[in-house]
């Protein structure tokens, strides 16, 4: 039986919602500045801006951008450690934002993150084995002996001493700690890691273990990740889609080899200009971007790149651009590049 275009893309839409497990309709977060005098009006930190993706089952979705971007920010709204200022954000068809504490306790089941700074995340008091089974006594998941078997098995499977569970934080390395905070984000075998910059605080070497080791666990439990990350060659060997981020807002969704063979976006493009290739006798045309990224309290009219794009006309300092819809990608731009 063939099928006109139209009911064609309706099935090939259909298809792929059935597949989403995450949605995330234009959230936005904004932060109050209190000012300095006491009639002085407060400012506004535009976080995120109208924020919106959805992250496929079983798939690494990217999250890349300069350093005030949003991307942190957009990791813990998703989660609700905290609360956005408008927006929806759906989980397995659940609407996050209309769930009660208790409600939402069980969804974090489900959700869960590892942080960025190994040092930091893991409480310096706490033996590793306790660090590890907390999670399960908050969702009071089995006995005493039940979960120290659990956080035992957990430790083996992140390639760590079972034996290791009475020692404490102190006593492991960078590597070691992040590996006992990808166990503890395990341990309740979620559905969706939030990895926010999991490996920028490590050495390059030990950098790779750790990718590895969460390609082997996304595999092996059929997880789904957002990898947060600033580094470029970090987000495209480990994710499946990208999304890039200027100012709060997201410029730019594709797939991977897509978005790094043919980028849409001016800032996608000098990103990726500055990508050093371990070659002496290639050289490669860097694209400087000229001055420095806006203020969030308060980012230009139109395009939010346009201060700082060799592209930009009159229609992008003064009209934001709409998606456009590229191929498999997705654009916000009056001018795309492909």
Not at 38 to 44: A, N, Q, Y
Not at 171 to 183: D, K, N
Request: with cysteine; charged share 25%.
């Amino acid at each position: 039986m063939s099928h006109t275009p139209v009911e064609t893309q309706h099935n090939d839409r259909l298809a792929n919602e059935n597949g989403i497990l995450l949605q995330v309709e234009n959230i936005k977060k904004y932060f109050t500045v209190k000012g300095e005098k006491i009639f002085h009006k407060h400012s506004l930190v535009h976080a995120l801006d109208g924020v919106s993706f959805y992250v496929n089952k079983g798939e690494t979705f990217g999250l890349v951008g300069e350093s005030g971007s949003g991307k942190t920010t957009a990791g813990r709204v998703i989660l609700r450690l905290i609360e956005p200022t408008s927006g929806d954000i759906y989980f397995e068809n659940k609407h996050l934002l209309s769930l009660t504490r208790k409600e939402m306790k069980n969804v974090r089941r489900q959700m869960q993150m590892v942080f960025q700074d190994p040092y930091a995340s893991l409480n310096p008091r706490m033996a590793i084995g306790d660090i590890i089974a907390e999670p399960l006594e908050i969702h009071g998941v089995g006995n005493r002996q039940e979960r120290k078997e659990i956080v035992e098995s957990f430790l083996e499977v992140v390639g760590l001493q079972s034996s290791f569970i009475k020692r404490y934080p102190h006593e492991f390395s960078g590597g070691q700690r992040q590996r006992v905070g990808i166990a503890r984000a395990l341990v309740l075998q979620p559905k969706l890691i939030i990895c926010d910059e999991p490996v920028s605080a490590l050495d390059i070497s030990v950098q790779s273990q750790i990718l590895n080791l969460l390609k082997e666990l996304q595999e092996k439990f059929s997880l789904t990740y957002i990898f947060i990350a600033h580094g470029l060659d970090v987000i495209r060997y480990i994710s499946d889609r990208v999304g890039v981020m200027y100012l709060g807002k997201i410029v730019e969704i594709a797939p991977t080899e897509n978005l790094f063979s043919s980028p849409c976006h001016p800032y996608t493009e000098s990103l990726l200009s500055a990508i050093p290739i371990p070659n002496p006798l290639k050289r490669k045309k860097r694209i400087i971007l000229q001055g420095d990224i806006p203020s969030p309290i308060n980012p230009p009219p139109g395009c939010r790149f346009h201060t700082r794009c060799r592209y930009a006309q009159k229609i992008c300092r003064e009209v934001e651009p709409e998606k456009q819809v590229l191929g498999q990608g997705e654009v916000w731009c009056h001018f795309p590049l492909a």
